[in-house]
């Protein structure tokens, strides 16, 4: 049963497509685009996506974060006041992104009338749906494709890392005091 | 016959719609900001289509490498929207707007 997974994709593009169109002030737009990628997580997690939706959703949640704690430390980021763009720009660029959004059916359709999608589905459909992606939901098995042998310690590199990034924003915080 | 549309088939429109909606963000807003929303958007997208290409994948080692390629996507795509809104809080300190139409002055 898919029902569920159409709608929660519908719903997160139609909430991707309010925080780009009426994203005039950033906590709205930062709202819904929250509200998005949890809709997008959720149908990533019906479809069998496992431990990779979580980290969509985690890593979405961290950019949504970050845009927030920067955009306060914006003047007037609420409200950008600015005035739209005159109507032979907005003209051209709606025109390029028809032509573009033509392009993108155009290469589902031939996808789908090829059927490549429906033998790629086909062949992945041989694991059960609960199973797909049962290698690519171990942490293990994707530090073996970074880190080789050393697979098993993908944890503590991945906090290593993670302690090294904060660690990197922590030292650029006082990075301003040399610019004056 | 028809065959109806797979999850994946799903994942994967939605992923096109969602790259479209991201460019849509990215052309036809001023303000810095509100592009850095679709700059997200866009990546997003990327990470869609890359776990929705993971699940088409019957190998597992390919799946794996697909899973791989999702991760780092959206890892890159978390670090370049906040290496640009650093930038767009650098240009207000110094310009005071995120109009995007007024940036186009490279300042060594």
Request: aromatic share 0%; hydrophobic share 40%.
């Given at each position: 049963m898919t029902g569920w997974i159409e709608g929660a994709l519908c719903f997160g593009l139609l909430a991707a497509l309010v925080a780009v169109?009426?994203?005039?002030?950033l906590s709205r737009a930062v709202l819904a685009c929250a509200a998005a990628m949890s809709a997008l997580g959720l149908a990533l997690l019906g479809a069998g996506g496992g431990v990779l939706a979580l980290c969509f959703v985690l890593v979405a949640l961290v950019w949504l974060a970050v845009l927030q704690l920067f955009g306060w430390m914006l003047v007037d980021v609420d409200h950008d006041h600015l005035p739209g763009l005159s109507w032979r720009t907005t003209g051209v660029r709606v025109a390029a992104l028809t032509i573009f959004a033509a392009a993108l059916v155009v290469l589902a359709r031939t996808l789908w009338r090829r059927g490549e999608l429906a033998r790629a589905v086909a062949a992945g459909g041989e694991l059960a749906p609960t199973s797909r992606l049962r290698e690519a939901l171990d942490p293990a098995a994707i530090g073996g494709l970074f880190i080789g042998v050393h697979g098993d310690l993908a944890l503590p590199v991945g906090l290593l890392l993670a302690a090294g990034l904060l660690a990197a924003l922590c030292l650029l915080r006082d990075s301003g005091s040399e610019a004056g | 016959m028809t065959r109806g549309i797979d999850a994946v088939e799903w994942l994967f429109f939605g992923g096109m719609a969602l790259l479209w909606i991201a460019l849509l963000g990215l052309v036809l807003r001023r303000s810095l900001v509100g592009m850095l929303v679709g700059l997200g958007l866009a990546w997003a997208s990327v990470s869609l289509l890359a776990i929705a290409f993971a699940l088409f994948e019957a190998e597992p080692v390919l799946a794996v490498r697909a899973g791989g390629l999702a991760l780092v996507a959206a890892i890159v795509g978390c670090l370049q929207v906040a290496v640009g809104i650093a930038l767009v809080v650098a240009r207000v300190g110094r310009r005071g707007s995120i109009d995007a139409e007024e940036a186009r002055l490279l300042e060594g």
């Open positions: 169109v009426q994203g005039q002030v | -």
